[in-house]
């Protein structure tokens, strides 16, 4: 017997201003919900005007986690210290793994169409915090898509029937689906029971779990678990992300851009910063394996 996943939380963005003052809506890590293990973070960024996102994110910091950048409209330029550069734009996807440590910059660029995206941080087993920085960018023309019955699917990360996702051997195992749907079409999709999952809806309305209620934009609705999901697109359509991974059930221990275990370990990566010996090399691979 197969468990559908029902409706457990819907929840509004929180309007937010970060790096060098850029307006988002942040709909994980929030005070209404700090995280949804193995999920640490999740912002949608953009505008049509310039001026709420020019700023950027100049160089910072990450260490213990992954960022995952993905573009629906405009274009943001990147830089890191692992020799990594260029720029995403428009359905174009970078996962990177920060791991032990690296520096990087991520700015957008002005544009006439203006600027769309979002930006999930996923968190690393303890096992891995420390690992070598790890980068996959995936241009838009190279992420499969999934086509079936009105639903139309970007296949990320994860599969959707014989599709295979674009990014590839990341711990949490996850799902990430860019799925758009026909005014009322329906989209079932299994989720592997005990992962917790989300979407995020950020065009039209659809009923999540075959209750006849439809979430509208913009909302997180984060799922119960169970073994598969069913979507039906209300009358305008839907699009939304669909993301699942598995919980790392580990202490988690947060500090802007850094996550680790314990608090000791944020103190160690404050000191390195101080130090200028944050960023991951060989040797202190060798010295901390
Ligand atoms: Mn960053």
Do not use: C
Not at 46 to 71: C, L, Q, W
Not at 123 to 138: A, D, F, G, H, S
Not at 219 to 235: H, N, Q
């Amino acid at each position: 017997m197969k468990t559908q996943r029902k409706i457990a939380k819907l929840i509004s963005p929180t309007p937010v201003s970060d790096g060098a003052g850029v307006k988002l809506n942040r709909l994980i890590a929030t005070p209404t919900l700090d995280y949804l293990d193995p999920f640490l973070l999740l912002d949608h960024f953009g505008s049509d005007n310039k001026d709420d996102y020019i700023a950027g994110f100049p160089e910072h910091p990450h260490r213990g986690i992954e960022t995952v950048t993905y573009m629906l409209k405009g274009k943001v330029t990147h830089r890191d210290t692992m020799g990594n550069e260029g720029t995403i734009s428009a359905g174009d996807i970078q996962w990177m793994t920060a791991g032990g440590g690296l520096m990087h910059e991520e700015m957008p660029v002005a544009e006439e169409e203006g600027l769309s995206g979002f930006q999930l941080w996923v968190n690393l087993p303890k096992k891995l915090k420390m690992t070598k920085p790890r980068y996959q960018e995936i241009k838009a023309d190279k992420i499969p898509v999934y086509e079936k019955d009105g639903a139309k699917v970007k296949v990320i990360a994860g599969e959707v029937g014989d599709v295979q996702g674009a990014v590839t051997e990341i711990y949490a195992e996850p799902n990430y689906l860019d799925v758009t749907l026909e005014p009322n079409a329906e989209f079932t999709h299994p989720i592997a029971l005990g992962h917790n999952a989300f979407a995020y809806i950020f065009d039209g309305s659809a009923d999540f779990d075959e209750s006849g209620n439809f979430a509208h934009n913009p909302r997180l609705v984060i799922l119960t678990d169970g073994d598969f999901v069913k979507i039906k697109a209300g009358e305008n359509g839907a699009r939304f992300l669909l993301v699942s991974g598995k919980p790392l059930n580990e202490p988690i221990a947060r500090y802007g851009p850094f996550v680790m275990n314990t608090r000791a370990e944020l103190y160690q990566a404050i000191e390195d910063l101080q130090n200028g010996t944050f960023v991951w090399t060989e040797e202190k691979e060798v010295v901390t394996a």
